[in-house]
């Protein structure tokens, strides 16, 4: 099995971060994805004091990434738990699926948030298939929470079992 070095995540990797945006939100490239507000919101002015992640690299390239931010109810989010459960972003790139690669980033940032003493959600479409994953790592459905995507889908929420 080949190596994976996951390491921090800092203001250069921005692009390599908008090509996983782009993958985590449907979109067919980078580009397309900061010209849409409910996408560009996940990276808008990185990094942003609250905002962790961390790269997960493969054979010395980036093969996905996951990072958390804290938004104000003012911005819209997707999914809104509080101020204190920063909103997760994963994205691994689609050679990359089925390495273990999704399952380390996720445990790395769920490391992290228990060490800055923060919870974590996320907005998922029902029909990702990376429900089980997020399961399977603590994430739980949350009541209530569905709603219609802006690709006219149904999305809902998940927040991180508190342990």
């Known amino acids: 099995m080949p190596l994976i070095l996951l390491r921090p995540a800092r203001k250069e990797d921005l692009d390599d971060l908008w090509a996983f945006l782009a993958v985590a939100a449907y ?19 990185w990094k942003r004091e609250c905002d962790f992640g961390y790269v ?10 996951a990072w958390a931010r804290q938004f104000a109810l003012h911005e819209e989010p997707a ?9 997760v972003s994963i994205g691994v790139g689609l050679t990359m699926r089925g390495k273990g690669i999704g399952e ?11 060490s800055r003493g923060v919870g974590l959600c996320l907005n998922v479409r029902d ?10 790592v603590g994430f739980w459905r949350v009541p209530g929470t569905e709603v219609k995507n802006r690709t ?9 079992r508190k342990s």
């Open 27 to 45: 979109e067919p490239d980078a580009a397309t994805a900061r010209g849409i507000p409910a996408v560009a919101v996940h990276l808008a002015e």
């Open 56 to 65: 997960a690299e493969m054979n010395g390239r980036p093969a996905g990434a």
């Open 79 to 87: 999914f809104f738990v509080d101020d204190r459960t920063p909103e």
């Open 104 to 114: 380390a980033l996720l445990g790395e940032l769920i490391l992290e948030a228990k």
């Open 127 to 136: 029909s990702n298939p990376a429900i089980r994953l997020y399961e399977r």
């Open 152 to 160: 006219g889908g149904l999305s809902f929420g998940m927040q991180l």
